[in-house]
């Protein structure tokens, strides 16, 4: 009699997973990659699929850190391979776009250097699903979707959360490492999802962790939102993405504020500055402001984003993302990137206006990871299996609810409350914080903010690092950040033990 049978459960078998051996830089580890059901009143509804790279006799007291990307609806695999596990992408220094076809090579930055690593894939995304009705009778690998259930149920700020609490206790019941120091890491919505599992996890499952890992992390969506595309009422996402604005900008040779070659922190300091003082003020009293001291204001802006004045006048001094990509290298026909505003490409549409193309250190990548992963899972680690790996999967994103609301006027909230619960709760969990300078799309300001308005009890505050690197979004993909990066989580992560 299975276990399943034996507890009551309903018998259901997963895809058949893969486990291989290998050696990184004198660690024996073995690589497995697998699927962990998720169950609701002990039937099976979902499949999480994981790689878990675990030290060989190393003990149950070594460290693991779970790790997982955001979107919501993205699967693990830039994290996977482009900084934490043994085998990465090949980039250039620069972070720019490697050549097709891509090439994994041996990561000497590997986190497997001071603790396992398990790599999530969150449902609807990589190779994790929602269980069908009838796959449930079979065990059969179908993806189609059915009437009787629905194929979205994961797709909400809660749900996503429950499984991942889910999945965490149960791997570790799995695997006996309950005695072990335990992480969790999260990149962008991925950083929401570790945010707010800093509470859940101890209220839920009763996971006590050691450390907390926020990169690029979105931690309050609703400021996400402004920047992109939406709120001319807002005040706070306009002035967090203004500091990146001016180092990309200088970065660029286009600030009119900075000689060319000044140092970054000057760039950033006197961005800062100017965000929290007369451009607040000006986003907050509109028309209310003498002319004069608007005029004053829209000048400097454009001085620190390189922008044209008039642009800027037009705007309102709000100039959205996808505005300031286009326009700040416009004569030379170049878009800068979102997620990275040093990495430039050709504009495909430069008579067009707003910028209609895709960006390209985001969509540029994709065809990258996806053979990447492909290539490292199937031939690899030996996995087989007739799923499409779904790096970035847009019916996860299109079908994202808040299913946290209680009416309709209820907004997404945020993740710094339940960070700050968490920490509060358990003395001795860690935090370590961080950005890329040149990020965009999550820009590093918002998380600084955050953290000076936290009102943190001074126990809390010394347990909490912020720091930011080169590069942007994905910094890691820069070779000198990627090697600060993981030598700062390795001190991060032995003091946090």
Known sequence: ??????????????????????????????????????????????????????????????PVTFVFNGGPGAGSAY??????????????????????????????????????????DPVGTGFSRVIEPDDAKDGADKTGESKETDPHQYFGTVRDLEAMCEFISGWLSQNRRWGAPLFVAGESYGGYRAGRLTRMLQEQPGVGLNGVILISPALEPAYLATSMGWGDYAVEPWIDVLPTMAATAAHHGRSRAFRTGAPLEDVLSAAEEFATGDYATFLTRGAAMPVEDRDRVINRFADLTGLDPELVRRAEGRVRVHRFKKELLRDQGKVVGAYDGTILGPDPFPDRDPYEGA?????????VYTAAVNQHLRSEIGLETHREYKLLATDV????????????????????????YGMAMSPHTRAFITHGWYDLMTPYYTSDRMRNLMRLDESVADRIT????GGGHMFYAWEESRRAFSSAIAEFVADAV
């Open 1 to 62: 009699m299975s276990d399943d049978q034996h507890e009551g459960k309903e018998a259901y078998e997963p895809p058949r997973g893969a486990s291989t051996t290998a050696t990184w830089n004198a660690i024996p580890y073995t690589a497995t990659a697998e699927w962990f059901v998720l169950r609701k009143k002990e039937k099976p509804t979902a499949e999480i699929f994981s790689v878990a790279y675990l030290a060989q006799d190393a003990g149950p007291d070594r």
């Open 79 to 120: 994290l996977h391979l482009g900084v934490v596990g043994p085998k990465r992408l090949r980039f250039p220094a620069d972070g720019s776009l490697p050549a097709l076809p891509p090439r994994l090579e041996h990561n000497e930055d590997s986190w497997l250097a001071f603790t396992d690593l398990v790599l999530i």
């Open 359 to 367: 960006d390209l250190t985001l969509t540029g990548a994709y065809s």
């Open 397 to 420: 994103i299109m079908h994202w609810k808040n299913d946290d609301a209680q009416f309709y006027l209820q907004g997404c909230p945020g993740a710094v409350d339940d960070f700050r």
């Open 466 to 469: 912020v720091r930011h690197f």
